[in-house]
C-alpha cells in the first residue's frame, strides 16, 4: 500500500475552484449547491460567475476556505461527476 505524497499547499487557505459549464439557468446555483455540501457556509468567501463571448459558456469561480486536500477531492469529485459541468479547475 502506498501512503498519498504529502500536500504542498498549508490547510486551511483561501482557494479558488473554477467551474465551466454550458450557459444554463441555475448553473451558478447548482455549482454554489455542489460546494456548499462540502464547505461551511461562512467559508465561501466569493462566487464570480463570467459569460463566454460568445454566451454559449459560462464559467462560475468559488473562492472558498478550504481546510484538507480530501476536502477539495471531494469538491472536485461531485463537480467532475454532474454531467452540465464540462470542466473544474
Known amino acids: 500500500m502506498t501512503t498519498p505524497a504529502p500536500s504542498l499547499m498549508e490547510f486551511p487557505c483561501r482557494f479558488a475552484i473554477k467551474v465551466i459549464g454550458n450557459a444554463t439557468d441555475g448553473f451558478e446555483q447548482q455549482v454554489a449547491a455542489i460546494v456548499a455540501r462540502h464547505v461551511d457556509e461562512d467559508c465561501i468567501h466569493e462566487i464570480a460567475k463570467r459569460a463566454s463571448s460568445a454566451g454559449k459558456y459560462q464559467s462560475v469561480t468559488v473562492t ?26
Open 64 to 89: 472558498i476556505e478550504a481546510h484538507s486536500r480530501a476536502q477539495l477531492d471531494e469538491v472536485y469529485a461531485e463537480l467532475t461527476a454532474t454531467p452540465e459541468i464540462l470542466m473544474a479547475l
